[in-house]
């Protein structure tokens, strides 16, 4: 079982700049996608951004220029650079992990963190 513990959201004014850090642990195979994912009030998960272990990036559009995805393979360790953060980014952000390939799609992940709150103010 793959765990995901996330940190690094708070508040922030827009135009401003935030990272989130997932730290994972538990995994069995070496190839592996770690994505990030929204979910605001009364509104559907929706991806982010994912990365693979083979480095391989995708993003959504909604973030695409603003936000950058990284990770660092030594200590399992993933982050989400935000910058030119807007209101529309206030959301609980959630790390999830699954083998093989990648996908913005939430119900293709079965390893979640919990969670952490990103407010945006403008």
């Known amino acids: 079982q793959v765990q995901l513990v996330e940190s690094g959201g708070g508040s922030v004014q827009a135009g401003g700049s935030l990272r989130l850090s997932c730290a994972g642990s538990?995994?069995?195979?070496?190839?592996?996608?770690m994505a990030w994912f929204r979910q605001a009030p009364g509104k559907e998960r929706e991806g982010v951004a994912t990365?693979?272990?083979?480095?391989?990036?995708s993003y959504a559009d909604s973030v695409k220029g603003r936000f950058t995805i990284s990770q660092d393979n030594a200590k399992n360790t993933g982050y989400l650079q935000m910058n030119s953060v807007i209101p529309e980014d206030t959301a609980m952000y959630y790390c999830?992990?699954?083998?093989?390939?990648?996908?913005?799609?939430?119900?293709?992940?079965?390893?979640w963190g919990q969670g952490t709150q990103v407010t945006v103010s403008s």
């Open positions: 999830a992990a699954r083998y093989v390939r990648c996908s913005l799609l939430w119900y293709e992940y079965n390893n």
């Open positions: 538990g995994y069995r195979y070496s190839s592996y996608c």
């Open positions: 990365i693979h272990s083979d480095g391989s990036i």
